[in-house]
C-alpha cells in the first residue's frame, strides 16, 4: 500500500481558556471547532515539567531544563460507543473515575437537588 503525500494542511484544534469579565481563566477549556471540521477524537499533546535546573542559553543566560513527555487524550463518548461497558467501566475507574451506573446515580441526585432547591426559590 502506498500513502500519497499531500501538501493539504489539516486543521490544528487550539486549546483556549475562556476568561471572565475580571480576566480570570475558567477551569475548563475549549476548542473551537470551524464549521466543516470535527471534534478530535484524541489529542496529543507534549507535557512539559520544569526539573528545576538550568543550563546555559545560546547567550550564555539561564535557561530552564525540562523534561518532555507525549500524552494522549480521547473523547470518552467515543469510548463508550466502541467499547463493551465492563471495558468502559474499566477505563473510567483506571481514569479515576467511578463506574458509570455509579456516576449516573449521583448525577441524577445532585439534578433532583437542584431541581428541588429551584422550586424552593420560586416558592419564596
Do not use: C, H
Amino acid at each position: 500500500m502506498r500513502l500519497q503525500m499531500t501538501t493539504e494542511r489539516m486543521w490544528m484544534p487550539e486549546i483556549m481558556y475562556e476568561e471572565d469579565a475580571r480576566g480570570v481563566a475558567q477551569a475548563i477549556p475549549f476548542i473551537q471547532v470551524p464549521k466543516d471540521e470535527e471534534m478530535p477524537k484524541f489529542l496529543l499533546i507534549w507535557a512539559y515539567t520544569d526539573t528545576g535546573e538550568v543550563e546555559p542559553g545560546p547567550k550564555g543566560e539561564e535557561m530552564p531544563i525540562v523534561e518532555s513527555e507525549l500524552k494522549q487524550y480521547a473523547q470518552m463518548d467515543v469510548l463508550k460507543a466502541k467499547l463493551s461497558r465492563e471495558d468502559y467501566d474499566k477505563v473510567r475507574v483506571a481514569l479515576g473515575l467511578e463506574n458509570l451506573s455509579s456516576a449516573t446515580r449521583k448525577g441524577q441526585e445532585i439534578t433532583s437537588r437542584a431541581v428541588v432547591n429551584a422550586s424552593l426559590k420560586v416558592e419564596e
